[in-house]
C-alpha cells in the first residue's frame, strides 16, 4: 500500500494515475515535477528553461486528455522533459541527451506517448491536423492536441497549418505557450500582436465557445470572462486566430493549475471544430537562475540546483561561431554594403556580435529560414552583399530558397552554414549532414569547407569579396583547433586547395573541419611506413582538379574525407575523377563520409567514431586500399 506521505510523483507510473488525483494533488504533483526536472537536468545539461515552463501544462493536458490515444504533439520538443517524466520514462530521465539515453526531444521509437518527433520547430499543427484527419477517416487515433510556442509560431509552416485547419474544421487542440521569449526575445509583427492579447487579462476573448467554456469555470473566472467577453466581442472583430476559423480561448495562466484544469475540461467537452488556447507562461518558472537569466535558461551545461551555476568549459581556443561573429564584424567595418540575417538565433550564430557594433545591419527574421533566404536574396539584388547565418540542419527548410530565389537568379548571397556535421547532445535532428550534397549540386554555386578557424577567417574574405554568384561556406560547432588567427582574412583563389604533407603512397584529400583527424591519420600511416599526401581541398565546388589529377597521377590510392553525408565531396570527385577519366588507371579510389543512416546523439566525438571516421577507421581505409590488409588489425585493435 501506498504511503500518504509518498511523493505524488512516486504513484505515477504513467498518465492513467492522473486521472485518480484530486485537482489540488495535481497542483502539488506539478511542484514535485519541476523539482524533478531542475534535478535530472542539472546532472545532464539541456532545454531546462522551455521544459520549466511547461510542467503545469503538461500535468493538466496528461490528466484532461488520454494520451497516448489523444495524439499529444509538442512543437520543436525541446520542452518534453517534464512529460517525458510523465510518460514512463522517469527512470531514464538522468539519461537525457546521452549516449543510448533518452534523446532530447521527442522520438517515436522511444514512446507510444510520442506520437510525433520534434526538433525542428513550427511542425505541430500540421501533424496535428494530419492526426486529426486519420480519426475522421476512421484510424484508431483518438483527438490530437499541439503544443506551439510564441516563437515557433513566427513561422510561415504554423500559418499554413492553421489555414488549413481553419478551412477543414475539424475538431482539433492547438495551445499556444506564449512565455514572450524564443531563444532570443522574440521579434516580429506577431510577437507584438500576441504580446497585446497577453496583456489583455484573463479570459478576453471567446467566441464560438466561450459560453460552454464560462459554464465551467470557476464562479469568480466565470463572470470575468463573461464580462470581457461582452466587452471585446461587441465590436465583432475576433483575434486572428478566429479569422482563421479557429474559436480562440484565452489568455489563459499557464501555471494556474485550477484555470488551466477548467479550460481543457470545457474546451475538450465543447469542441467541434479547431480551437486554440493561449496559455501565458514564464520560461524558466520557478528556478530563479533559469527565470532570471536573459535566454531564461534556454540551453544550459551541467548545473548546481542550489545557486545555478553551471559548469564552464574551458576550451583553449575560440568557437567557430565567435571566429565567424568578430570576422564578419571586420569585414562589414570595411564595408557598408555588407548585411547580416538570422532566422532566431543571433547568439548561436555569432551575427549578435556585428549587431553590436551594426545593428542597423543585423536583420533577425525569427524562425523563418525560407524567408531569411529570399529576404537575403531581395538584399544582393539590391546591392547590398548579405551574409545568410543558418546552421546546417535549419538551412535545409530553405532549400527551395536556396535554388530559386538564390541560385537560378545567380545573385550573390554568402551562406555562412554553422553547425556542419555531427553537433552531439541534439543528436540527429540536428546533424549538420547534407548541406554539402545539396549546396554542390546547384549550378553557379561555390562551396567551401573551413578546415580550422583560420581558414574561416579566409572564407569569410573570400565571401565577402565574392561578387559573381552564389557562395556557401560551412564550419562546425564548438571550439576551433587552436590555430593563429590571421590579423586580416585573405581572399582565396576560387577552386584552389592546399597541399600539407608531401608523401607518394596514399593521398588523403580532406573537405573541412576534420583535417585534424586526417592528421593523426597520416601519423598512424607513416608510422606504419606508409608515404602520405594530405591535402585540404577548401572548396567542393568549383573542385581543384588540377590537384586531384595530381593526386591521382602519384599515388597508388586516394582518399576523401568530409563532416557529411553521402552525395557531398566524395561523390563530387568521384563524379569530375570520372568525367576526365581519372578513374581508369587503376587508381584506388574510396570515399569517407557519414554513414547512410542517422546518428543518435552523444558526443560529437563518439559519433565519429559511431560514424567509421576516426583516425584509425581513415588508416584502415587507407592500408586496405593499398592492398595491405594485415597491417589493418593493428588501427582496428
Ligand atoms: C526550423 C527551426 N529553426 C530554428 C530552431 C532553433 N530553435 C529551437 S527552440 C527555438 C525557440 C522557440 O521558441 P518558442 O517556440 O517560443 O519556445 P520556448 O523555447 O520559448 O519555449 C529556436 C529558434 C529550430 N528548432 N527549428
Ligand atoms: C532546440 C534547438 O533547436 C536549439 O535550442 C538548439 O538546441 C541549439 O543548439 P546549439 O546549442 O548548437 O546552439
Ligand atoms: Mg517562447
Known amino acids: 500500500m501506498t504511503r500518504p506521505d509518498t511523493p505524488l510523483l512516486d504513484r505515477v507510473a504513467g498518465p492513467s494515475d492522473l486521472k485518480a488525483l484530486s485537482d489540488r494533488d495535481l497542483a502539488k504533483l506539478s511542484d514535485e515535477l519541476r523539482a524533478e526536472v531542475i534535478s535530472a537536468v542539472s546532472e545532464t545539461g539541456g532545454h531546462l528553461g522551455s521544459s520549466l515552463g511547461v510542467v503545469e501544462l503538461s500535468v493538466a493536458i496528461h490528466a484532461v486528455f488520454n494520451t497516448p490515444m489523444d495524439k499529444l504533439i509538442w512543437d520543436v520538443g525541446h520542452q518534453c522533459y517534464p512529460h517525458k517524466v510523465l510518460t514512463g520514462r522517469r527512470d531514464r530521465i538522468r539519461t537525457l541527451r546521452q549516449k543510448g539515453g533518452l534523446s532530447g526531444f521527442t522520438k517515436r521509437s522511444e514512446s507510444a506517448f510520442d506520437p510525433f518527433g520534434a526538433a525542428h520547430s513550427s511542425t505541430s499543427i500540421s501533424a496535428a491536423l494530419g492526426f486529426t484527419v486519420g480519426r475522421d477517416m476512421g484510424k484508431p487515433t483518438g483527438d490530437a492536441v499541439a503544443v506551439i510556442g510564441d516563437g515557433s509560431i513566427s513561422a510561415g509552416m504554423a500559418y499554413e497549418a492553421m489555414n488549413n485547419a481553419g478551412a477543414e474544421g475539424r475538431r482539433l487542440f492547438v495551445i499556444l505557450n506564449d512565455n514572450e521569449m524564443s531563444i532570443a526575445p522574440p521579434v516580429g509583427a506577431m510577437s507584438a500582436y500576441l504580446s497585446g492579447l497577453y496583456a489583455g487579462g484573463p479570459l478576453r ?187 546546417s540542419t535549419f538551412l535545409q527548410r530553405g532549400y527551395d530558397q536556396v535554388v530559386h530565389d538564390v541560385a537560378l537568379q545567380g545573385l550573390p548571397v554568402r551562406f555562412a552554414i554553422d553547425r556542419a556535421g555531427l553537433v552531439g547532445a541534439d543528436g540527429a535532428t540536428h546533424a549538420g549532414a547534407f548541406d554539402i550534397g545539396t549546396m554542390a549540386t546547384l549550378p553557379g554555386m561555390v562551396v567551401m569547407a573551413a578546415a580550422d578557424e583560420a581558414e574561416l577567417v579566409h572564407m569569410v574574405a573570400t565571401a565577402a569579396a565574392h561578387e559573381g554568384g552564389p557562395i556557401a561556406f560551412r564550419y562546425p560547432r564548438g571550439s576551433g583547433t587552436g590555430v593563429a588567427l590571421p590579423e586580416r582574412g585573405e581572399v582565396l583563389e576560387i577552386g584552389k586547395g592546399r597541399v600539407l604533407r608531401e608523401g607518394s603512397d596514399v593521398a588523403l584529400l580532406s573537405f573541412g573541419a576534420h583535417l585534424t583527424e586526417a592528421e593523426r591519420a597520416c601519423d598512424r600511416l607513416e608510422a606504419e611506413g606508409v608515404s602520405v599526401t594530405l591535402a585540404d581541398a577548401r572548396f567542393a565546388k568549383p573542385l581543384d582538379m588540377d590537384l586531384i589529377r595530381r593526386l591521382a597521377r602519384h599515388h597508388a590510392a586516394l582518399i576523401t574525407l568530409e563532416q557529411g553525408a553521402i552525395g557531398g565531396f566524395g561523390a563530387m570527385v568521384l563524379q569530375q575523377m570520372a568525367a576526365k577519366g581519372l578513374l581508369d588507371r587503376g587508381l584506388a579510389v574510396r570515399t569517407l563520409h557519414l554513414p547512410d543512416r542517422f546518428i543518435d546523439q552523444a558526443s560529437p566525438d563518439e559519433m565519429y567514431a559511431d560514424a567509421g571516421l576516426t583516425s584509425a577507421d581513415i588508416a584502415a581505409t587507407a592500408l586496405l586500399a593499398l592492398g595491405r590488409e594485415a597491417r589493418v588489425v593493428a588501427f582496428r585493435a
Open 205 to 391: 476573448q471567446m467566441k464560438a465557445l466561450a459560453e460552454g467554456v464560462e459554464a465551467a469555470l470557476p464562479g469568480p473566472m466565470r463572470e470575468g470572462a463573461r464580462r470581457a467577453r461582452q466587452l471585446v466581442m461587441g465590436g465583432g472583430q475576433g483575434t486572428l486566430f478566429e479569422e482563421l476559423g479557429f474559436d480562440y480561448i484565452g489568455p489563459v495562466d499557464g501555471h494556474d493549475m485550477g484555470q488551466l484544469l477548467a479550460v481543457l475540461r470545457a474546451a475538450r467537452a465543447q469542441a467541434t471544430g479547431p480551437v486554440l488556447i493561449h496559455c501565458c507562461t514564464v520560461k524558466g518558472k520557478g528556478f530563479a537562475a533559469a527565470e532570471g537569466a536573459a535566454d531564461r535558461g534556454h540551453g544550459v551545461s551541467k548545473f548546481d540546483p542550489v545557486t545555478g551555476q553551471q559548469a564552464k568549459s574551458r576550451p583553449n581556443a575560440p568557437s567557430y561561431t565567435k571566429v565567424f561573429g568578430e570576422a564578419l564584424t571586420q569585414e562589414a567595418a570595411r564595408d557598408p554594403d555588407i548585411v547580416a540575417v538570422t532566422a532566431a538565433m543571433p547568439s548561436g550564430t555569432g551575427v549578435d556580435i556585428m549587431a553590436k557594433r551594426f545593428p542597423a545591419r543585423v536583420f533577425d527574421v525569427g524562425i523563418a529560414e525560407q524567408h531569411g533566404v529570399t529576404f537575403a536574396a531581395g538584399m544582393a539584388a539590391s546591392g547590398l552583399k548579405p551574409f545568410c547565418a543558418i546552421y
